[in-house]
């Protein structure tokens, strides 16, 4: 759905910022999400997990946990049938092991009792006989050829010989002759990075109910990203049809990527099945950090060759991506996005995906991009160093634009990368002087974005208001925006809309609220759903007046005779329409399903300024402002929150988050006292400044924005404490200890 | 006929070229053909690929009209966050 030709149009509803419509819910606590849904009768579930790294689970009794008062059910993987498709197999091994645990906190067998209390005490009476396995963790070790092997038989054909099992991936991509670009630069860099493996950290751990009848029909709620997926997968694991498993999404306390596929729901759906009662259950945080998604951890290599003047003349760039104990695909997304904002004639990137004794990766805003773009922005800025030259000019002259052919294939369309930079350049925080022991960081950021199946229905009241149905849960405040742009096309008041997240039964199939997909594809569809309504308004208007269809307009909320030779006619609003609706036709809605195209990739800029503490290593961000084109920013509010989360979330990524591993391959801080995500304390204020260039691809020019402001922080932080220090800084997080160490090497 | 780049670890199934030429007017027509053709894409075409036209990117779209002179490039499924 392209452009609107009229999209210089003046907005009146788009561009506004109007409350949040779930404000008052949710700070009064009235607000339902996911661990609130109850039901009577209900049992509570609790999960055994594995205390091994990796490990043969010989034998699992559970008669003393069901002999225990109270408690009425206990399932393990040998109460699941065996999927035929991998995907689904894969989240149901996930969610209990079959035949190994593969790594420390993977679920064993899972416990049904009347009260919670009952349920963990149960679980301290199931015994499990394991043989414990040699394990591996690290992305480089487990590579080798004589390394633990996770899974066997898992690798991709195109994954080269002589490497191990582990290795399920390998792509390539890019274009022209390396060889002759490195032989054009007067200066080569090549650095080694690595990054940890960090969680999306949303406040709301995972929690579901789930309540089977007898006669095969279940209801699920919970919270997720994504009802359909959710049906989808569970609908393949308990061999149910789809239309008898009705799944309805909760409020969501973030999700970020990590509810996006499922942990727990499965296990509650075999325990009510087996109970022939509603089972709920809520993960702890700890086992939100031992046994849920975080993203992957990295190994990487860059080659970048460059002429004085700060010419890029060619990129190169290896990443070793280990996602957890299940193969995935993530690497192919960083070694696509690691060179985008480059117009390069020579780029190559090579990417592999491991397997490691870790929980399986789940998606993160702009899966695989920060860390590959991190290593590459990290390289660039050595550059702009060692050749004394300036960041913003270097980026600058080697932008990629509208025409470039960019590193992952295609040539670009319209892209607001160059605005980004040169509205940094301008702006009063790149000049301010900085004081000892600080530094000023910067990094382009780059996401695809995407679109997928949707579905709208749009209703007309009969008092005039105007009643909205979507089917993605929304995390960054769609149903403002949906509401907005529906307000917009049909003219009327904002307040007079309310948009409401539809469960799995009430609206065909809708993609997972991900891919910074929802404001775009709900958008449009909105759009489209709101003309037909407008289409029936304007017939059901000319049969009153007994003129054509086609001698009706729809102007400012009313449809009006098209002309003078249309006849002379008040306009009829929309109220004046819907009053009428039930003797002019009947009720009166306008719907839309599409599988949308065009989302258009999305670019930022982030600029940082820190303080390093000599003497105690620590990072204290001073100043932080976000460029970023938005398309059309349809709640600015909510865009700059997009902007503002993305940002502390990639600061917390750089400077303190990470999974710990000990020898024995046991995670040592799951939780957030050791795990530490930055609070506000921690931060000054993200100022953002949104770039407004239209996606060719919208109707009104809307462009995703929720995953890209999580890709420049990683390099900015880096870039800033690396100049701060005077140390290149080429492993996250820049923990304290790892400063001091920095500090001490440098003499 | 049209045009169609190959990502650099695709190559190895379509003889090392980085481009190749197919008969198709629509996304499905030249995934059949790619199939057809160059057997060794089959195993990624399956697992899922998107398809850039003219810059654009597609995740499922069948029956997208390609022009003789569009730019298409295959490219891996995108999944987000």
């Given amino acids: ?747 | 006929m049209v045009q169609v780049k190959i990502w650099g670890s695709l190559r190895h199934a379509t003889d090392g070229k980085a481009e190749v030429e197919v008969e198709a007017r629509n996304f499905r027509q030249l995934l059949d053909r790619l199939s057809e053709d160059y057997p060794g894409l089959r195993p990624q075409i399956e697992r899922g690929v998107s398809l850039a036209l003219d810059g654009m990117i597609y995740r499922e779209a069948w029956f997208t009209e390609i022009g003789p002179d569009s730019e298409v490039v295959l490219m891996p499924f995108m999944t987000g966050g």
Wanted: aromatic fraction near 6%; include cysteine; proline fraction near 5%.
């Fill in chain 1, 1 to 747: 759905m392209a452009l609107d030709l009229h999209a210089k149009r003046v907005f009146k509803q788009v561009g506004t910022r109007p409350p949040r419509p779930d404000g008052v819910d949710k700070v009064t606590g009235r607000a339902m999400f996911g661990a609130d849904a109850t039901a009577p009768g209900m049992l509570f579930a609790r999960v055994l997990r594995s205390p091994h790294a990796h490990a043969v689970i010989k034998s699992i009794d559970a008669a003393d946990a069901l002999a225990l008062k109270g408690v009425k059910a206990v399932v393990t993987s040998d109460d699941f049938g065996l999927p035929e498709d991998m995907f689904a197999r894969d989240v149901q091994d996930n969610c209990l092991a079959r035949g190994k645990a593969l790594y420390h906190g993977h679920g064993v067998a899972a416990v049904a009792a009347i009260s919670d209390a009952v349920a963990k005490q149960a679980l301290k009476l199931i015994k499990v006989d394991y043989k414990v396995l040699p394990h591996v963790t690290d992305v480089d070790e487990a590579m080798k050829p004589g390394a633990p092997v996770v899974q066997e038989g898992r690798s991709e054909e195109n994954v080269g010989a002589g490497l191990s099992q582990n290795v399920t991936t390998y792509c390539e991509f890019g274009h022209g002759d390396l060889k002759a670009g490195f032989a054009k630069a007067d200066k080569i860099i090549e650095r080694s990075f690595k990054t940890a493996a960090t969680h999306q950290g949303y406040i709301e751990p995972h929690a579901c109910l789930a309540s089977v009848t007898s006669d095969g029909k279940a209801d699920l709620w919970c919270c997720t990203q994504g009802q359909f997926a959710v049906r989808t997968v569970c609908a393949e694991i308990m061999g149910m049809e789809a239309s008898q498993l009705r799944v309805t999404a909760s409020e969501i306390g973030g999700g970020f990527g990590g509810k996006t596929t499922v942990f727990i729901e499965p296990i509650a759906l075999a325990l009510s099945r087996k109970t022939g009662r509603p089972v709920k259950m809520v993960m702890s945080r700890e086992e939100v950090f031992k046994a849920t998604g975080p993203t992957v951890s990295s190994s990487m290599d860059v080659k970048i060759g460059m002429t004085k003047d700060g010419r890029i003349t060619a990129g190169e760039a290896k990443l070793r991506y280990q996602g957890g104990a299940f193969p995935t695909g993530t690497v192919t997304m960083g070694a696509q996005s690691a060179f985008a904002a480059y117009d390069l004639e020579a780029v190559r990137t090579y990417g592999w995906n491991v397997m490691t004794n870790r929980p399986k990766e789940a998606a993160y805003r702009a899966p695989g991009a920060p860390m590959a773009i991190f290593a590459v922005e990290s390289v660039v800025d050595e550059f702009c160093q060692e050749l004394g030259l300036d960041p913003l000019d270097v980026r600058l002259k080697n932008a990629a634009k509208k025409g470039t052919k960019s590193a992952y294939g295609p040539t670009f369309d319209e892209i607001g990368l160059v605005a980004t930079l040169e509205a940094a350049t301008a702006h009063p925080h790149y000049k301010a002087p900085l004081g000892p022991n600080q530094g000023r960081g910067l990094s382009c950021g780059f996401w695809f974005n995407f679109g997928g199946n949707t579905c709208v229905s749009l209703n007309i009241n009969t008092d005039g208001t105007v009643g909205i149905t979507e089917g993605n849960p929304d995390i960054g405040g769609s149903r403002a925006s949906i509401s907005l742009m529906a307000a917009e096309e049909l003219g009327i008041a904002y307040d007079k809309v309310r948009t409401i997240i539809a469960d799995t039964n009430s609206l065909g199939y809708n993609d997972i609220t991900d891919g910074s997909r929802v404001t775009f594809s709900v958008g449009l569809a909105t759009i489209e759903a709101a003309r037909n309504a407008i289409r029936i308004m304007c017939a059901r208007a000319a049969k009153i007046w007994g003129i054509d269809e086609d001698a009706v307009v729809w102007e400012d909320g009313a449809a009006k005779p098209s002309g003078p030779n249309a006849g002379d006619f008040e306009p009829m609003t929309l109220a004046d329409i819907a009053a009428v609706s039930a003797e002019t036709g009947g009720p009166i809605a306008g719907h839309h399903e599409v599988n949308a195209d065009g989302a258009g990739v999305s670019f930022g800029v982030h600029l940082a300024d820190v303080e390093v503490d000599p003497e105690t290593g620590a990072t204290k961000v001073l100043r932080y402002t976000v460029f970023q084109d938005a398309g059309r920013a349809v709640h600015p509010d909510y865009v700059e929150g997009q902007m503002q989360g993305g940002a502390v979330q990639g600061i917390g990524w750089a400077l303190n988050e990470e999974y710990i591993y000990n020898d024995e391959g046991k995670l040592q801080n799951a939780g957030f006292l050791d795990y530490r995500v930055p609070v506000a304390s921690d931060l000054p204020n993200i100022d953002t400044v949104i770039l407004e260039i239209p996606n060719p691809g919208h109707p009104y020019g809307v462009r995703g924005v929720g995953e890209t402001p999580i890709v420049p922080p990683l390099a900015a932080l880096a870039n800033a404490v690396s100049r701060a220090v005077g140390v290149r800084m080429t492993e996250l997080p820049m923990s304290p200890p790892k400063l001091l160490k920095a500090l001490s090497g440098k003499g």
